[in-house]
């Protein structure tokens, strides 16, 4: 089970989305996580990149009779003979609290919570339970630590809870999505019960912080489903309902990563128009700075030599291939063998396989 969770609907509409395409790209771009803001002056923070994940709770219910009190294992720290998955990695999440020692509820508190959920099945509820609620009290002074102690009680219920949704609507979009198509309806009323679900379990602050970001993701990657599904709109129109739709979302975080998804479709449409029409590499620089800064478009510089130094020694690999094959002597692939260690290093030498299929591939396409 993995460590975050997702918004129950976002499974299914991602794939629908266009731009997930270029995440290979946006690792060139993407920013490194922000710390936690230091005028918090008490916090307790153990960060691992991470992104929301599914966590299925045994037994799902509205939180009716669920049981918090501790195992016969008793923690110290709730760090004690972790489980197998969680042995030698670090506490993904934080404890923020302010100067008054009270809680400061943020996305990292959940993602510790789904930090020792994930180990479900591996101990039951009841030990998770005893061994989150350790770790709460022995890294933060009270109040704040009953306060993540009741949150996260609440985020148990909400999870056993959340899990009937789950399965009511995703039989439902199965049905609805046979047509090839989302019925973005079918969407909208999941979305709701979710919302009074969450409203029933949690404060504002709480749902706002938990589930906020993912939320304004979602309400993207439904909006990106509208507008290509729309037969009524060109695809330049639609690319620019798309555009419009980021730029009236609120600036923070969220609407900077998209724009600059947004921008890397647009990148690589570019990219291949240009170098289908010959262009030259400082056009194409001067174009990629345009759109990302000269720093970036330098890094994509150098990509290209890269990717070109590596086709170059590809095509004398793949001509000595053929040569060494055709004379169908004994020794061919050693001789084989030999040439790719001359020409290649060894991640190299591991694309060579993909790299080749990828070719007859362009070549099938061209024909």
């Known amino acids: 089970m993995s460590n975050n969770r997702r918004s129950p609907f976002l499974s299914v509409i991602i794939v629908a989305v266009i731009i997930a395409i270029v995440g290979a790209v946006i690792l060139w771009f993407k920013p490194s996580n922000s710390s936690v803001n230091a005028s918090q002056p008490l916090s307790t923070t153990a960060n691992n990149d991470a992104e929301n994940s599914s966590i299925n709770m045994a037994n799902p219910s509205n939180g009716a009779g669920m049981s918090f009190n501790k195992s016969n294992t008793q923690f110290t720290t709730g760090l004690e003979n972790l489980p197998r998955s969680l042995q030698d990695t670090d506490v993904d999440g934080e404890i923020i609290i302010d100067e008054n020692k009270h809680l400061v509820v943020t996305e990292g508190l959940k993602r510790l919570f789904d930090y020792f959920l994930s180990a479900l099945g591996e101990e039951d509820e009841t030990t998770i339970n005893a061994r989150v609620e350790s770790y709460i009290r022995s890294h933060t002074p009270e109040p704040a630590a009953s306060q993540a102690v009741t949150i996260f009680e609440q985020y148990v219920a909400y999870l056993k809870a959340i899990s009937e949704i789950e399965k009511k ?187 080749a299929a990828l070719q007859q591939q362009n070549a099938a396409n061209i024909k």
């Open 169 to 355: 609507y995703g039989n439902l979009q199965l049905q609805a999505t046979q047509s090839g198509k989302l019925d973005l309806n079918v969407v909208a009323q999941q979305k709701q019960d979710v919302a009074k679900l969450r409203q029933k379990h949690f404060d504002k602050e709480t749902i706002a912080a938990f589930f906020g970001e993912a939320d304004e993701y979602d309400d993207y990657s439904i909006e990106m489903v509208r507008i290509n599904q729309n037969e009524q709109l060109s695809d330049s129109q639609k690319e620019a309902a798309k555009q419009n739709y980021i730029s009236r979302m609120p600036d923070n975080s969220t609407k900077a990563n998209l724009a600059q998804q947004a921008n890397l479709n647009e990148l690589m449409t570019r990219t291949e128009q240009m170098q289908a029409k010959g262009a030259t590499a400082e056009q194409l620089y001067n174009m990629r700075r345009e759109l990302f800064g000269a720093p970036a478009a330098a890094r994509l510089a150098q990509v290209d030599q890269a990717d070109a130094n590596f086709d170059q020694r590809f095509k004398q690999y793949q001509a000595q291939k053929q040569q060494l094959l055709n004379r169908n002597t004994d020794n061919a692939q050693a001789q084989i063998n030999q040439i790719e260690q001359q020409l290649f290093n060894e991640a190299e030498r591991k694309r060579l396989t993909g790299y």
